[in-house]
């Protein structure tokens, strides 16, 4: 008889979608070793943010407004407070950037810079 082979949700290290728990402290994930962890489509849909919002902003409007909402980000500021900073930095003619903007300080914080430089 075969013998029964458990769960991979049984082996440690496993996740939902099969991809290993990024440790964000391996000093081996720099570079393009780190790229290779990150999963295509995670790139990506990065790209296609990035392409948006600088189509959308242009250059020196996006860099400004990602360097302001990283930095309110990290001064853990309420959302309301965010909002009101980046509608100052933005205007409210492009507020609706705000939320793909926040996608992609998301994606860099998760995956790494090397998502969307």
Not at 99 to 113: I, K
């Amino acid at each position: 008889a075969a013998a029964h082979e458990p769960h991979p949700a049984a082996h440690p290290g496993y996740t939902r979608g099969g991809l290993p728990p990024l440790d964000n402290n391996d000093d081996r994930l720099v570079g393009s070793t780190r790229r290779s962890l990150v999963p295509p489509i995670i790139l990506d849909y990065a790209a296609r943010l990035k392409r948006r919002c600088l189509e959308g902003l242009g250059t020196e409007r996006f860099k400004m407004a990602r360097r302001s909402l990283i930095a309110t980000m990290e001064a853990n500021n309420e959302p309301d407070s965010v909002r009101s900073r980046m509608v100052d930095v933005l205007g409210l003619e492009w507020i609706g950037f705000l939320s793909m903007l926040d996608q992609l300080v998301h994606l860099e914080q998760r995956w790494g810079s090397i998502v969307i430089s």
